[in-house]
């Protein structure tokens, strides 16, 4: 018997809207972030636009918003239609689209204003943890009772991917976002050290998979076969992608931290299954190119198709570099270099950015009945974003070559040909200015694209409401003989098949973790390595506030070229009072884990008052406020409470003397800057900031190291 029932299309045309606005954000705070890489007067001349605090909000902003909104924009037209279900709850739907937007929102304003846990792209503090994943929950059930209350008895390929995306996301969140809070937008990691470098590229290389990735996989093989009016081009080769991806994926995380102090057999874990990666991430590729089969003639004629092969191509490059890039002969190069900032943007520009226009394109007319506007401006659209990520990624993929190798040569003699680190800085300067130009291209795409839908929107009206008829689902008895195989009767089963996909990905997050939390030689302690005195634990958080993070590194690996120009290599041990970690993942600027006592207290406080007086040519912006704002002493004894509760082993009672023991070293530092006529009350935060510079590498001296199980 036919039933009648209608798809919401508003909820779809909702986030159809938030993906646009937020592309449009995300891409300008993005190209202003570029421009200030060559010209630093683009960070504005005030705390909250500088490149640390709004490096952040661009990566925020393009991931979580832009892709965010256009995954629940696909997901919610495409799970009805496979599913010939309305979503399960419009009041759901409502709660889902206007609390991520708040959330979003929440991001525009904390981290300019330097709330940021300082994890790379889990930087919100914690409140706003609690509301994603509140939201993520109602995304969750929104999506459930869809499938549970579906016509359709077999689950499509798609939705495999939707669910894998959907319990995956929430054990990363959930896990990655252990924090103690100490007040309304402050906390601290539980973790420290190693452990918390492990969990956060666990969580990060993982965000990248099953939110960059999964989702959207899903919909490729939704639209995909829509656009082209061609059906997959293997179902075998759909399950052995979708299996063999989401469960070695989950392991290579630790390809983001070789030559770090993360134990080696983490390290070749994360290798091995890296290299294993290409199988499935080819598998997927070649079974969306070759749903084309037959139909490249409608390509050449297509610009939406066009949109897609370029973005599944570009899928393909960068499942392949990921790889590449976790060779270790590879990695000791290109590891924070522009080479990475390249192979993101590839996959982020061309692989979520093509694939999200290509569905607007086609989306929009259908839900508003109407044809798009300007199919000429559609196609110059596609060549001018193409062209955007061409003049974006050459230049940087140049870029993070001559950094590598500049940093690594010598002389004939066996000194660093390039000791100061500016002047490679400066050799970079022109293929920044052309990764401006790039991303000023692709930018100008999506405003033509803008325009081309609002003018497409106001051409018809939308369909609010789209009437539609399905035989009810009946009662499932025997299986037929083209459903007598594991996988057909498993996509009957939404909830065996999310307990399966969740047993999958945790498999490799176990292996990985447990022996580096459980086994206490994993981290040998070092006993001259002691707890942050009160005014460096300050400035520390200070460093995190202004982003310092996002363009220093604190990890200096075991290669010649590296303890020559910064000093001895980091230990595991030096790091397990950090809550966060700080060892980054760029340099932009020098890796500062030796930069205790390597210059003067003047010569940090000019510096940091104006880099240029320094270094000339310096493209680091002034951070003058640090001299003029109080630093405030009111938060110190919840710090020393926090992390002595964390592990870190401060005395009992001492948050009560921290305050005088912050005075007297900050007066310590004051009188030392006086001395070369620097005037400067001890109360600024830029006395704190000085402290916690001056203290970064001091624990340990070389050849006289001493190494302590853990208790």
């Known amino acids: 018997m036919l039933e009648k029932f209608n798809y919401d299309n508003k909820i779809v045309r909702n986030f159809a809207i938030a993906t646009v606005i937020w592309g449009l954000v995300g891409m300008l705070v993005g190209l202003l972030v570029a421009m200030q890489l060559f010209k630093p007067e683009m960070n504005l001349g005030n705390q909250y636009t500088t490149f640390g605090r709004i490096r952040p909000l661009h990566t925020n902003a393009v991931i979580f918003a832009f892709v965010g909104n256009g995954i629940f924009m696909g997901v919610y037209y495409s799970l009805q239609r496979l599913l010939k279900a309305r979503m399960f709850s419009d009041m759901l739907s409502s709660i889902h689209f206007w609390g991520w937007q708040l959330i979003i929102v929440s991001a525009a304003l904390t981290l300019p204003l330097g709330l940021t846990t300082s994890h790379e792209y889990a930087e919100l503090e914690w409140p706003i943890d609690i509301a994603i994943t509140l939201i993520w929950v109602v995304f969750g059930i929104n999506m459930f009772g869809t499938i549970i209350k579906r016509r359709e008895r077999h689950m499509y390929v798609a939705i495999w991917f939707y ?4 319990v995956t996301v929430a054990v990363l969140h959930i896990v990655n976002s252990f924090q103690l809070p100490i007040s309304a937008f402050k906390s601290y990691y539980i973790y420290a050290g190693v452990q918390d ?24 093989y939704y639209f995909l076969p829509k656009m082209a009016q061609r059906p997959v081009y293997s179902y075998k080769l759909s399950i052995l992608h979708f299996w063999s991806l989401i469960f070695i994926y989950i392991w290579a995380g630790p390809h983001h931290l070789l030559y770090s102090s993360l134990p080696d057999w983490a ?15 080819w598998g997927g590729m070649i079974n969306g190119l070759l749903t084309l089969r037959g139909a490249w003639d409608k390509v050449r004629e297509d ?31 290109a590891h924070f270099t522009d080479w990475i900032v390249a192979h993101v943007h590839v996959g982020a520009l061309g692989w979520n950015g093509f694939l999200t226009f290509a569905i607007l394109y086609w989306l929009i007319p259908r839900i508003y009945r109407t044809e798009i506007f300007s199919k000429k401006l559609v196609a110059f659209h596609f060549w001018i974003g193409t062209l955007g990520i061409l003049f974006y990624a050459i230049p940087m993929y140049l870029s993070g070559f001559l950094q590598g190798l500049m940093w690594k040569e010598f002389t004939p003699e066996g000194m660093l040909k390039y000791p100061n680190f500016l002047e490679t800085t400066l050799q970079l300067l022109p293929m920044h200015i052309f990764r401006a130009i790039g991303g000023t291209l692709y ?62 990905i945790l498999i490799g997050g176990m292996v990985e973790m447990m022996p580096t939390f459980m086994i206490s030689s994993n981290i040998p302690t070092i006993a001259s390595v002691k707890p ?13 506030r202004e982003g310092c993070v996002n363009c220093h590194s604190q990890m200096v690996r075991p290669f010649r070229s590296e303890t020559e120009r910064y000093g001895e290599y980091s230990k595991a041990g030096e790091f397990v009072y950090d809550h966060p970690f700080l060892w980054g993942s760029k340099r932009t600027g020098p890796d500062l884990h030796r930069e205790g006592g390597k210059y003067s207290n003047a010569w940090q406080y000019n510096h940091l008052m104006d880099p240029t007086t320094m270094s000339p040519g ?94």
């Open 618 to 711: 310096s493209i680091m912006p002034p951070y003058d406020w640090l001299g003029e704002q109080t630093l405030d002493t009111t938060t110190t004894v919840a710090k020393i409470n926090a992390m002595r509760t964390l592990g870190v082993p401060y005395a009992p009672l001492y948050e009560q003397k921290a305050n005088a023991d912050l005075q007297k070293q900050a007066e310590e530092i004051t009188a030392n800057l006086a001395k070369d006529n620097i005037k400067v009350s001890s109360d600024k935060e830029i006395i704190a900031i000085i402290a916690y510079l001056q203290r970064l590498g001091t624990d340990i001296k070389v050849g006289n190291v001493s190494m302590q199980p853990s208790n």
């Open 197 to 220: 470098a492990l969990v956060q590229w666990w969580y990060g290389h993982n965000a990248v998979a099953f939110f960059l990735t999964t989702p959207y996989l899903g919909m490729m």
């Open 163 to 166: 669910i894998a995306t959907f």
């Open 443 to 504: 930018l100008t795409g999506v405003i033509v694209m803008t325009y081309n839908l609002i003018k497409t929107a106001k051409s018809g009206a939308l369909l609010a409401d789209e009437p539609a008829e399905a035989m009810a689902l009946e009662p499932a008895f025997a299986p037929s003989s083209s459903e007598k195989t594991w996988h057909r009767a498993l996509e009957r089963k939404p909830m065996y098949f999310l307990v399966l996909s969740l047993i999958v």
């Open 303 to 333: 610009t939406i198709l066009k949109f897609m092969v370029v973005g599944i191509t570009a899928y393909g490059m960068s499942t392949f570099e990921g790889p590449l890039l976790s060779l270790k002969q590879v990695n000791a190069i």
């Open 267 to 281: 390290q070749s874990l994360g290798v091995a299954f890296s290299i294993m990666l290409i199988a499935p991430s």
């Open 532 to 544: 942050y005195s009160p005014l460096e634990l300050q400035g520390r958080d200070l460093y995190i």
